[in-house]
């Protein structure tokens, strides 16, 4: 024990002079250690040392910070009192990283959600799913990611006949954030739950038959070949951003978008920062790729942007702490979630508008989808770390999956077309006439309330469908 403890000393000592002989931190140069917050000025005195806090909720408590190895001594001066959580985080994910691509090569498709996956593999396995079930499944490129990388999208319904043209859609997208390695498997872990499901349990094929479902798993790639290749704490994209300083490169595709872009507090204009914007709104490809995928979809009604962690279910607005006029619906679906997710294992997520939950966002994705098109829009902050073991990978990709899946469910009921008897997903003054002339023959269409005959109850219930415009 003790000529462990030593060679540990030894070593770091070692590795702080190499650090303060190289000048800039370097992935291999930093370590994560655990710090107990008290306010706001102990976040402060992180940010002026260059910490990178590993955590999406910042709040008292304890929180795990990347830091260079070499400002221990200066978190200590600073009465932060540090804990050393991991002192060679690179090491730690070389070895996570050979795992993973051994259980990759054992090749057992099965168990795809034992461990971590590269993004190859991502895109092996849409294909994948693509030629196991292609009356369910299209996988179709929507763009090209700054480097030049596909963005592949996952389309999986039921064969559409005349009655589906107004099927309602849900958009679920993952790996905005490089380092957010588990909500990836999360989203490919719905869309299989969806394709083994149909025609086999009446729920699942009533979601494929009722709603059309779009997956974007990786909607970062070069920022998550990046974090496989050389920091695995890589947040942005990787758009060099003129400089050759990998510290000022990439932008944060969740500062982004366009609805209230721009802003501070809520994203930053510095290169540096983990929270840059851009130089425009929509400025990177893969976002205006998936603005224009999202544009694509007039039935579009929900999207969901499942991110990691910290446990939350958020949604607009970010950019102010005002209520958004339908924060009322949002919170109603957001805590059915989060029943769900509870009904697992006891898990409490906390659900509410970003801004007011956990910090200030301008051009993040939920206020677009919100703001502009007008859709329901959601972030996860899925579990407890970026690190998952496996085995917890596992139970958080299970944990979530019925509240994901509960986002059909609502579209499928919610936005009914019902009222749309001219079948232009629309309603209008046609489709009350085409009501009234069924209910003049007496015909079982017009039955609304489903209570065996048609009366003036039914005509109120049509028309209350009709102005409700869902
Ligand atoms: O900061 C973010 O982009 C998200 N957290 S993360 O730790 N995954 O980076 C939160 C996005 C908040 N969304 C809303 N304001 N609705
Ligand atoms: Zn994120």
Known sequence: MVSRWMALTVWLFASVARSAAAGLPEPEEEQIVRIEVRGAGDLTALSALGASVLACEIRDGPVDVLVPRDSIGVLEAAGLAPVLVDPNPEFTHRVVRRRAMATLARGDDADWWADYKPLDAFYDKMLEMQARRPDLVEVFEFGRSYEGRPLLAMRITAPMDADAACRPAVLLNTLTHAREWVPPMANMYVAETLINGYGQDPYLTGLLDDVEWVFVPVLNPDGYAFSWTDDRFWRKN??????????????????????QWGLSPGSSGSRRSGNYRGVAPFSEPETAAFRDLAESMPQLRIHNDMHSFSELILFAWGYTPEASPDRALHQAVGDRMAGLIHQYRGRSYEVGPGYTTIYPTSGASNDWFYGRLGVLSYTYELGRRFDEQPSEMRLLVEESLPASLYHGEFVAGYYRFRADLNRDCTHDFFDLVEYLSLYAQGSDAADIDGSGISDV??????????VSKR
């Open 238 to 259: 990787r758009n060099p951003n003129n400089s050759d300083l990998v510290r000022n490169q990439g932008v944060d595709l969740n500062r982004n978008y366009g609805y």
């Open 457 to 466: 109850q039914d005509v109120i219930e049509f028309l209350d469908l009709l």
